[in-house]
């Protein structure tokens, strides 16, 4: 459930933080032997209030060597938590993850992700860093690493490189290689139809084979299946889990028994469901708190916007809600999830909006609580992950305002505590540095730069192993008296999302973003195949480009685009620019000059 912007954007962007001024804890520290160390992470919370993941319980909560313990023998810092109210470290039992998800994650409180298909060498880094207990600015990732799925299935449109399977006799093999990757458990693409939409689909027998071949290698399997009959092979069949909510019609009293009978969790991901249904919101904000404070324009936008594609069901949310209604009243596990960083979702930020809709299928604050920390724990091997329990991991967050009266009040985070250490809380607040360079037109023949860190380049598709081309020149313009930078390219099949063009990132890797509220139009000119082509304007902190259609002729053509005509846009945070053609071209020309920005 990506898109193909959701991808680029997850891949190149990083997103950059900055210190946000935070009330430091007030600590007393208290020696009991003459070998104290002024750097100890053991720690007493005096007057605590906290959820154990199952229940709440009050007195002393005891941290040390990043675990919670039943006495503390030696030194000890305290602080007195009065007032306040801890839970553990909130775990998204559904997301996709590269680049800086994990870092954005735990700035939101998320100190476990559950991943469900990213490359293999992400999850054998991610394995070695979850087995350590210090100091990290990164949220700890389990993950199915590749996915199941047919050639052409679903998954495969990505343009990477993954293998796929055809039949239940490569269902043992292709198990095998994902557990000799790292995987922690599989995860299988499945509908009850061949051919859906774009997509084709492993039969039953193959989806039977997988699971089969999983539990044979002491792997979980669950599966994405958002359709009900699919949805009900799934569990005959033995999956453990389910990884989105039917949200095609109304479960029956035949399927509830069976998910029952199987004991078969569900992880609803109603925040995607909703992005899908065209309902995405930030009404789940809580005003004034710590999450709302930190959210940068560009997140909010990224958490209000949608699925572009048609043919998407308006009414999917509220069958998914009404169907998590019916399976929560049976007593089915059901675990909190995103499906981060699809459209309307971002990493951490989106647990909290899970939280407010699953609500709304009637869950009370505590069972709501639970689906985001102990039924993970129950049902993934996490360790203790989940849990604030003798021995558990000290993964928690410290709350201002008390999440027993509404769920918004798990954003009001005060304090985050990681393996047993704190977590300095940073802000993606928007860029206010402006950019070193405005006018674009003096531009090396050499290697198309403007300065000695910011250059053009030709972009193409085939970063994901499409087959798209782009070749990038400079030659005299018969627009203006100023160098003309030409694009030939050609969109080809090979990617379902096909883009050619001209880049322009502000800095290496697009790391840091960039003021254009000092400047008030965007100028250029255009010359070469007719057509529409699209100018993007990649936002930090946002997933998917902005987008500015514009036309090209066979003429000269001048482009005055004002800034604040096109307000759903942060100005205050870009990272790059591009013009690209689209599906729609085959074989072109662009020419472009004279790019500038004016005051």
Known sequence: MRSFISIVMGIVAITGFVLLNLPEPVVTERTTNSDSDSNLQTWRFLNATWFDGQRWQSGELLIENGQVVDAIKGSANELDVAGRYIIPGLIDAHTHTWGDALRQALQFGVTTELDMFTQPNVVQQARRQRDRLTATTEADLFSSGVLATSPRGHGTEYGLKIPTLNSPSEALSFVRQRHQEGSDYLKIVYHHQPNYGPYTSIDRATLKALIQAAHHEGMMAVVHASHLEAARHAVEDGADGLVHMISDQPIDTAFIELIKQKNTFIVPTLTVIAAMAQQSSTEFLLPESYVGSVLSTSQKHQLKSTFDH???????????????????????????????????????????????????????????????????????????????????????????????????????????????????????????????????????????????????????????????????????????????????????????????????????????????????????????????FRLLIFVQGKSQPEEIRFKVTAECQAHRIKLADHQQIDWQSVTALAWVAGKQQSKFTLSLDSIKLIQ
């Not at 998407?312 to 009404?322: G, P, S, V, W, Y």
């Not at 930020?349 to 102990?374: D, K, P, R």
């Not at 021995?391 to 009266?405: K, N, Q, T, V, W």
């Not at 994901?464 to 782009?470: L, V």
């Open 310 to 532: 048609a043919g998407h069901r308006q009414k999917a949310l509220t069958i998914a809600i009404e169907n998590t209604r019916k399976l929560s009243q049976a007593g089915i596990d059901i675990l909190s999830g995103t499906d981060a960083p699809n459209p309307g979702t971002a990493h951490g930020i989106s647990l909290h909006n899970e939280l407010f809709l699953l609500q709304q299928a009637g869950l009370s604050n505590t069972q709501l609580l639970q689906t985001a920390s102990s039924a993970a724990n129950k049902r993934f091997n996490i360790g203790s992950r989940g849990l604030l329990t003798i021995g558990s991991r000290a993964d928690l967050l410290i709350l201002s305002l008390d999440p027993r009266e509404n769920i918004q009040h798990t954003q009001a985070i005060s304090m985050i505590m990681k393996n047993g250490f704190w977590v300095n809380l940073t802000s993606t607040s928007n860029a206010t540095s402006t950019l070193p360079v405005y006018d674009f037109t003096e531009i090396s023949a050499e290697d198309f730069s403007l300065t000695p860190t910011i250059k053009f380049s030709a972009t193409s598709d085939q970063m994901f192993s499409g087959h798209s081309i782009a070749h990038l020149k400079v030659s005299p313009s018969t627009c203006s008296n100023t160098p003309a930078l030409v694009i030939d390219g050609e969109i080809k099949d090979g990617f379902p999302y096909p883009w050619s063009g001209l880049m322009l990132p502000f800095s290496q890797n697009m790391a840091s973003a960039y003021s254009l509220n000092n400047h008030s139009h965007l100028l250029f000119n255009s010359q070469g195949t007719p057509g529409q």
